[in-house]
């Protein structure tokens, strides 16, 4: 039975202070190399470029890899922000030089790949036994004349993190099922459920939520379509799914329901340690981040409920640089970290949640409690919620972008008391000018 520890968090803490040093310094490490790999004297050298803590290097995988192939050694660099390490990424793609042999690929990030740096990265669609993925997850990476340009790690399936102690001074079930049917099936009880919060909670000045951002994430992230069409068209606009979420986020922040402490920004790390909001929307990966900055004497105060509905929110993948002189090599290293016992060896550290069907249904998987959020069954909960995913996934090529210009649009009226309509639109400009 797997119990998640504070390593995520601490890792993020580690990586976050050198990470964008790291990455501007060189995201080759190898000069002006093609890639910073290579084989010398017998001995094979993989390098590896990641972001955030996806869990390889924190878990000590590699570590175990190279154990079991005596004359591989892996050189990971990891930057602590994902829009540094992306930015920097881009650049190198486009000079064809200074690369990793292995580079990490956030969700939000797949569909520009695939779309204009298809040529840069190997083909996985001819590796044998690949069919124990979520056949969504490497729709995500896959180019429309079928070249699969990278493989699947975690996915980010959605629930509703609550303190137990703040929800019983609000006069409001604690019990995570009993919790989870005041909102089932409609984002909209979530927020009902806020204001009586508001109105009922006795113990001070705590918020409902920590920003409005995380439930605009988790409602578009509920729908096939967010930004684009399947068509590849832009849709942000004028997608219903998007304007509903827009109204409900915007419904919460005009009433006072958050804390205006926007989701691993500044001030969100110590709102956690002083308790200053009641519930975070989270997807499985947030987990040890929030156990981590909320701290020891937060410990069995939180706990975790079943979402409204189900999304997936985040997620990423590795992919082998075409280039790359140990291609090979790094394919097998791939295989090796994405298969269904190393994913499930992340989840029982981490947290992250498996994008392979073989580790979501493993017994490690589905057993798993988290003991700091009041033992909650979060394999469970999170394996639950993982097949509520819709089955299709339509990403776009600035997915990434649009996502962070609307949650700044928000804050707008979030923190600023900007009127919907005019927030609504200084977003859109921003998002027209950012992605034509």
């Known amino acids: 039975m797997g119990t998640l520890g504070s390593l995520r968090g601490r890792a993020v803490a580690a990586v976050a202070a050198v990470g964008a040093l790291t990455l501007l310094a060189g995201c080759g490490g190898s000069g002006d190399s093609a890639t910073g790999g290579g ?32 004359g591989v050694e892996i050189k990971a660099e990891v930057a602590g922000d994902e829009q540094t390490y992306y930015t920097a990424l881009q650049t190198r793609l486009a000079a064809g030089k200074g690369l990793k042999d292995i580079q990490g690929i956030e969700i939000g990030r797949a569909k520009e790949i695939t779309e204009t740096q298809a040529d840069k990265f190997a083909d996985f669609s001819g590796v044998a036994g690949l069919d124990h993925f979520l056949p969504w997850k490497e729709s995500q990476i896959s180019t429309g004349d079928g070249k699969v340009l990278g493989l699947g790690t975690d996915i980010g399936p959605m629930a509703v993190c609550y303190r137990k102690d703040y929800f019983e001074q609000a006069g409001l079930p604690t019990d995570r099922e009993k919790v989870a049917e005041l909102w089932a099936g409609d984002w909209s009880k979530y927020v009902e459920v806020g204001r009586t919060f508001k109105k009922d909670f006795k113990g001070g000045r705590v918020s409902y939520m920590d920003a409005v951002s995380g439930l605009f994430n988790a409602m578009v992230y509920g729908y096939p379509e967010q930004y684009y069409d399947d068509k590849g068209e832009l849709i942000y606009d004028k997608n219903p799914a998007v304007k509903e979420a827009w109204n409900l986020a915007a419904d919460a922040a005009e009433d006072g329901l958050s804390a205006k402490l926007r989701q691993f920004q500044p001030g969100w790390d110590p709102g956690l340690a002083n308790g ?58 791939v295989a090796w970290l994405t298969a269904p016992e190393q994913q499930t060896h992340i989840f029982t550290k981490i947290g992250n949640i498996p994008s392979s069907r073989t580790a979501l249904e493993s017994a490690a998987v589905k057993n798993a409690r988290s003991a700091y959020f009041s033992d909650a069954p979060i394999g469970q909960i999170f394996g639950a919620a993982a097949k509520e995913i819709p089955d299709k996934q339509v990403l776009g090529r600035k997915d990434g972008t649009i996502k962070d210009t609307f949650s700044q649009g928000l804050s707008l009226i979030e923190q600023q008391g900007t009127a919907r309509d005019k927030a609504w ?11 034509r």
């Open 276 to 333: 200053t909001f009641a519930t975070a929307v989270c997807p499985a990966w947030m987990l040890s981040h929030i156990s981590e900055k909320a701290g020891a004497a937060n410990k069995g105060k939180w706990d975790v409920a079943k979402a409204p509905k189900g999304a997936n929110w985040g997620g990423s993948f590795l992919g082998v640089v075409e280039q790359s002189p140990v291609k090979e090599e790094a394919e097998k290293l």
């Open 39 to 70: 084989k010398k004297d017998g001995k094979v050298t993989i390098t590896m470029g990641m972001y955030g803590v996806m869990g390889i290097k924190e878990t000590g995988l590699l570590e175990q890899y190279e154990k079991e192939n005596p």
């Open 425 to 435: 639109s200084t977003t859109t400009g921003r998002i027209e000018k950012a992605v």
